[in-house]
C-alpha cells in the first residue's frame, strides 16, 4: 500500500505506459480516500467512486481486452470494490 500511496506514482512518471499510469493514479486517487482518517466528506466519497469506476473501466479495457468473457475469477472483488461508496455511506464516518 505504500507503493500506490506514496511511492508509485513518482518512481512510474514516464516510465510505465500511459494507459497503466492513468490506473494507477486513478486506484492511488481512491486509497487516498478510503485510507483517510474518519471526517471525509460526501465529495470525497463521491471522487472515491468515480476513481475507483475509472480504475476498473481502463482495467477492462486493456488487461481484459474489452471482453467480459475474459473476466472469470474477479468478478465478485470488483462488485465488492465498487460497493465501497455503498458500505462507506451505510457505516463509515461521515
Known sequence: MLFILCTGPAVLAGRIPDEAY????SLERACRVIFAPPGQ??????????????FYRLFYLKAYGNDINHITLCRSTIVCVLDIKRHIVACGPT
Open 22 to 25: 492513468s490506473m494507477l493514479m
Open 41 to 54: 466528506t460526501k465529495e470525497d466519497i463521491n471522487n472515491m467512486d468515480k476513481e475507483l469506476r475509472e
